[in-house]
């Protein structure tokens, strides 16, 4: 359910995104590899990320791609290879198991490309809507609405939405938010909730929006 008015929410949000300048706050993992634009090495590095910390995704990123630099050497790589590689990720013996097999489809059915359609990419082994839609922002540059436990829960502290799930928070707000403004909320909200909007005991003191932010569910703060 959506609870702000659009308008209400994209202000909030530019308003976000010159806080976390002016205090230098880092951008997420995925902009900080530079890999902006490269549909492939996206897609890759956001299953690197699922439930790991982003200098270790990073790392592991570069040991990956300085083997494997496009989709015609990955496929050629073993899944042993790959989980050497990409060690110590969280799951990292399921994610050369899922690299390994999305590269193999990309190449048997979408001649060797990433497909820049959301259906041909949830298509893909392990790829869910968090995901997809992050390969369409970063990779293609297109408009598209990336929604992961941060975003979720930070549109709910705020009373923005009430929704129960990710999922559920992309569709409300996918269907609201003006083109321009989605591709940025991930990396904008992503950026707070590591920095200060933690899921636990959320640094609140430190944060531009204490006195306005409802703090929904929020049992502690610092």
Known sequence: MLLESPGTITDRLLRVETFLRERKIPAPGIEQL??????????????????TRDRVM??????LFSMAPDLEHLVRLSEGQ???????????RTKARTIKQIAK????????????RLEDLLSLPGVGLKTA?????????????C?????????????????????????????????EIKSAVNPLLVSLGQALCLPLS???????LEEECPKIKVLHQR
């Open 105 to 116: 489809m990309l190449m048997e059915n979408f001649q060797g490309i990433v497909p820049s």
């Open 147 to 179: 929604v992961d436990t941060h975003v979720h829960r930070i549109m709910n502290r705020w009373g923005s939405i009430r929704t129960g799930s990710p999922d559920e928070s992309f569709r409300t707000l996918d269907q609201t938010l003006p083109p």
């Open 202 to 208: 959320p640094r609140c003191s430190l944060c531009f």
């Open 133 to 145: 839609n992050l390969v369409l922002a970063q990779g293609f540059g297109s408009s598209a609405l």
């Open 34 to 51: 530079g890999i902006s634009g490269d549909p492939y090495r996206v897609l890759v590095s956001t299953i690197l990320s699922l439930r």
């Open 58 to 63: 990073e790392e592991a990123s570069k040991r």
């Open 82 to 92: 790959i989980q050497d590689a990409i060690y110590p990720v969280g799951f990292y």
